[in-house]
């Protein structure tokens, strides 16, 4: 398995167009990573949760941290 298809298979973009050049996955994947991490910040700003670490775990993990981020319950604030 090569570069390029690995990179499809963990982004999705593989299941929406799998002849894709590699050029255009690389940043349409970028694009798609960064907008997983501008996600997961505003996610985690809401729950109550470390947006730094949402943020990276957003720009490197992309769909896979966003839907995590989504599924965790909102934590309490301190009193």
Same mark, same amino acid.
């Given at each position: 398995m090569d570069?390029?298809?690995?990179l499809g298979y963990f982004s999705g973009l593989y299941f929406i167009k799998?002849?894709?050049?590699v050029y255009t =996955?690389?940043?349409t994947a970028l694009l798609?990573?960064?907008l997983d991490a501008c996600l997961c910040r505003l996610i985690a700003a809401n729950s109550n949760r470390n947006k730094n *670490?949402?943020? =990276?775990s957003g720009l490197v993990l992309?769909?896979?941290? =966003?839907g995590t981020l989504? =599924? *965790?319950p909102a934590r309490r604030e301190k009193p």
């Open positions: 570069f390029p298809t690995i799998a002849d894709m050049e =996955l690389l940043r798609i990573h960064i *670490l949402w943020t =990276l992309g769909i896979w941290a =966003l989504c =599924l *965790l």
